[in-house]
């Protein structure tokens, strides 16, 4: 179940309560399917942990990702080195592999963050519509818990006795 299925199920739990009948001398309360509402919200609370261990999924590839940059940067880096080793033996040579070696080593450095900066970016896109769909999708199931409880409070009978107030 993804984050569109919650979605929808917190659709037709909003309609199935706005669209209830109302109960007589009840402004704000209604009644619903208590069966069907209940599976509802199982079917919600269900597909919550899927989104969580999706961000959990996101944020492993993202340290995946940063360390297979890492990796690359540092065999460029060695690659350099060892082709600046090579060119040594003439003077002219050597100062032309310096000057490659570094530029090198800053490409590779420049890619490796910018590699890291794409993919934090990303992933903290990634984790920010995570975290705002679970919010939303949170909000919408303590608004609908809040009108539930209304809605069962409304069905106690009042006492009859003026003592037992």
Same mark, same amino acid.
């Given at each position: 179940?993804?984050?569109? !299925?919650?979605?929808?199920?917190?659709?037709?739990?909003?309609? =199935?309560?706005?669209?209830?009948? %109302?109960?007589?001398?009840?402004?704000? *309360?209604?009644?619903?399917?208590?069966?069907?509402?209940?599976?509802?919200?199982? !079917?919600?609370?269900?597909?919550?942990?899927? &989104?969580?261990?999706?961000? *959990?999924?996101?944020?492993?590839?993202?340290?995946?990702?940063?360390?297979?940059?890492?990796?690359?940067?540092?065999? =460029?880096? *060695?690659?350099?080195?060892?082709?600046?080793?090579?060119?040594?033996?003439?003077?002219?040579?050597?100062?032309?592999?310096?000057? *490659?070696?570094?530029? =090198?080593?800053?490409?590779?450095?420049?890619?490796?963050?910018?590699?890291?900066?794409?993919? %934090?970016?990303?992933?903290?896109?990634? =984790?920010?519509?995570?975290?705002?769909?679970?919010?939303? &999708?949170? %909000?919408?199931?303590?608004?609908?818990?809040?009108?539930?409880? %209304?809605?069962?409070?409304?069905?106690?009978?009042?006492?009859?006795?003026?003592?037992?107030?």
């Amino acid at each position: 179940m993804d984050n569109i !299925d919650v979605m929808e199920r917190l659709d037709a739990l909003f309609a =199935m309560i706005s669209e209830a009948w %109302g109960v007589p001398l009840g402004n704000d *309360k209604c009644i619903i399917e208590r069966e069907k509402a209940l599976k509802l919200i199982t !079917d919600i609370k269900a597909a919550l942990p899927t &989104s969580i261990s999706e961000a *959990k999924r996101l944020v492993a590839a993202r340290d995946e990702f940063i360390g297979n940059a890492k990796r690359e940067a540092e065999a =460029m880096r *060695k690659s350099a080195e060892e082709k600046a080793r090579i060119l040594v033996d003439e003077q002219e040579i050597s100062r032309v592999a310096r000057i *490659k070696s570094a530029e =090198m080593i800053s490409s590779a450095e420049n890619k490796a963050a910018e590699i890291r900066r794409i993919a %934090g970016e990303y992933v903290d896109t990634l =984790m920010r519509q995570s975290e705002e769909t679970l919010a939303a &999708s949170l %909000g919408a199931i303590r608004e609908k818990r809040s009108n539930f409880r %209304g809605v069962q409070e409304a069905r106690r009978p009042a006492p009859s006795n003026p003592k037992e107030l």
